[in-house]
């Protein structure tokens, strides 16, 4: 059975956005039209797809708002979608905004529509608990015709945080594993100064506070009292002036390549030997998933949905928020052991080929979609 399913989630970069709509891009790929309403282009829309829609949500500033309603704008062109294209499901991600501006398209518009609200964590763990959202992100939750989340994690988090029994199903990040794979990547080593008898690491974020870009740092610097190695740091955001600050005082300069924003992530997941996801606060990891694809083992924090990513021991392993000697220690073990190292590369591959394989999962929300129209 296909369906009409409307996608809403904030379009820039972000693992919310990307698991969105690489979601849709498989939906569409199995027969469903998807409809993204977003206020631009998801980014990872970066060619034409049969089957998939866009349509855009227009903020304007008036003088008389004070803020650009980008609620009430969004919810409005939800409830012109939902009636014209006849939808049968909406797909939010976050619970605020998006499922309270599904909710109120779901008000005014004529044709009946499902509400299927994911969370990824951010909407949970950081609005849970102010207080003054908390009871706007049950109301949005509970008002929803089925909720997910991440991980189960996160389910605990938001049973807690926001006190809702309302039931909450677990479907994890899944990858494109066409994508996320071992690739040839020439001669981007040498390009980059690695020597070939150099390890490297590699750590991506959008640099917020919550990914401690300082433990990596400080890690790395460790390792390399041990081993010469690399450090890649991919991304950007509001804490790396900071990093690039640490970097200098620890004298790091020519170990550590700060590349910035890339979207050729599988090449630069198949020169390096480890990730390190070092965050005090993560929901999942994606890209622990997608370093585990292209066969890269990941050191990561025992926190929120990573231990439920990383198999301590077989594909990475898990140290205490803020252990930098732990990590660096783990890293030093692992790279000192080629065979063991080899092992762990076949086993997060395999790890994600199993159990995030984007078949798998994408097979879940269709059975949740199903559930919620047909009832059963
Ligand atoms: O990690 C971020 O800062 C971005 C954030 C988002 O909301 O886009 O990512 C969250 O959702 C991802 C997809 O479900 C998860 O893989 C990330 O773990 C989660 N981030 C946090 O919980 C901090």
């Known amino acids: 059975m296909n369906y009409r399913i409307g996608i809403s989630c904030y379009p820039t970069v972000g693992g919310s956005g990307v698991v969105a709509t690489e979601l849709g891009k498989q939906l569409a790929g199995k027969g469903h039209d998807v409809h993204f309403i977003t206020s631009s282009i998801p980014f990872r829309l970066d060619r034409v797809y049969p089957n998939v829609y866009y349509h855009e949500v227009q903020v304007n500033q008036y003088a008389v708002f004070q803020h650009p309603p980008y609620d009430l704008t969004l919810a409005s062109k939800m409830a012109e979608v939902i009636d014209r294209e006849k ?8 619970a605020v905004p998006h499922a309270i501006c599904a909710i109120l398209a779901k008000q005014m518009a004529s044709h009946p529509v ?8 951010t909407d949970i763990t950081i609005l849970g608990v102010d207080r003054t959202l908390k009871p706007l992100i049950k109301f949005g939750i509970e008002t929803s015709d089925a909720v997910t989340a991440v991980s189960d994690n996160l389910i605990s988090q938001t049973h807690e945080l926001v006190q ?4 909450i199903q677990t479907v994890y990040n899944f990858i494109d594993e066409r994508e996320y794979r071992p690739v040839e990547s020439g001669d981007l080593k040498e390009r980059y100064g690695i020597q ?19 433990d990596v740092i400080r890690s790395f610097s460790l390792i390399r009292k041990s081993i010469k190695a690399k450090l890649l740091l991919i991304g950007d955001g509001q804490d790396l002036p900071a990093a690039r600050d640490l970097i200098r005082q620890l004298e790091l300069e020519n170990e550590v390549l700060v590349l910035g924003s890339q979207k050729h992530l599988a090449e630069l997941l ?17 890209v622990a998933l997608e370093a585990m694809a292209c066969g890269v083992p990941v050191i990561g924090t025992n926190i929120g949905g990573i231990p439920e990513v990383i198999r301590d021991g077989v594909t990475g392993y898990l140290c205490e928020v803020g252990d930098v000697e732990a990590v660096s220690k783990k890293a030093v073990q692992l790279l000192d052991d080629p065979v063991i190292h ?6 997060a591959r395999e790890d994600v080929l199993k159990r995030f394989h984007a078949d798998k999962i994408v097979a879940e929300y269709e059975a ?9």
């Open 342 to 347: 080899k092992q762990f590369r076949q086993a």
């Open 196 to 214: 070939e008898h150099e390890a490297v690491f590699i750590h991506i974020s959008n640099f917020r506070p919550v990914k401690r870009i300082q």
């Open 270 to 286: 198949s020169i390096s030997d480890i990730m390190l996801l070092l965050s005090e606060k993560e929901s999942f990891g994606l």
């Open 87 to 94: 939808l049968d499901i909406l797909h939010v991600h976050y």
């Open 164 to 167: 809702t029994s309302k039931k």
């Open 368 to 376: 949740i979609y199903k559930h919620v129209i047909e009832g059963n």
């Open 114 to 121: 499902k509400i299927v609200t994911t969370l990824h964590g």
